[in-house]
């Protein structure tokens, strides 16, 4: 989770990019139009598959199983899931991760 541009995507690439040589990665990247950041994450080394949500600043765990279901999850060792660019609307809702990673960009001085 992060608001827009802050380096979500960044650190999906740096983190297939690190443990690829060692474990089969699946990302779900969601975001608002466009395939840019799943594409993104495939061209690290990853499998990914893209949620678009039309526009809507959030998205639930049912779109999560109908992801899932596209993967063969037992093919993975690490999930990692991008939440659309927002601070607000995706607190709320619960998408199935173990863990949650929030993104904090800052300006500089
Ligand atoms: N200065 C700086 N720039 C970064 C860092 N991480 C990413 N960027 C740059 O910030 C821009 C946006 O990065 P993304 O990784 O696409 O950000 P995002 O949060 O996935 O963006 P959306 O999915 O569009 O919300 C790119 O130009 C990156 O090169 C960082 O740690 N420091
Ligand atoms: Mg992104």
New binding site residues.
């Given amino acids: 989770m992060?608001s827009?541009?802050?380096?979500?995507?960044?650190l999906i690439e740096w983190t297939i990019k690190s443990l690829i040589n060692d474990y089969q990665i699946a990302v779900i990247d969601g975001?608002l139009a466009s395939c840019i950041?799943a594409d993104r994450a495939s061209a690290a080394g990853a499998t990914s598959v893209q949620i678009n949500t039309g526009g809507q600043c959030i998205w639930t765990l049912s779109w999560s199983i109908m992801a899932l279901n596209s993967l063969h999850i037992s093919d993975f060792d690490l999930l990692l899931v991008?939440n659309v660019?927002n601070l607000i609307c995706p607190i709320s809702f619960q998408l199935g991760t173990h863990k949650n990673i929030l993104i904090a960009s800052c300006t500089r001085r």
Avoid: H
């Avoid at 827009?4 to 960044?10: R, V």
């Fill in positions: 992060a827009p541009g802050a380096g979500k995507t960044s975001d950041d991008e660019g």
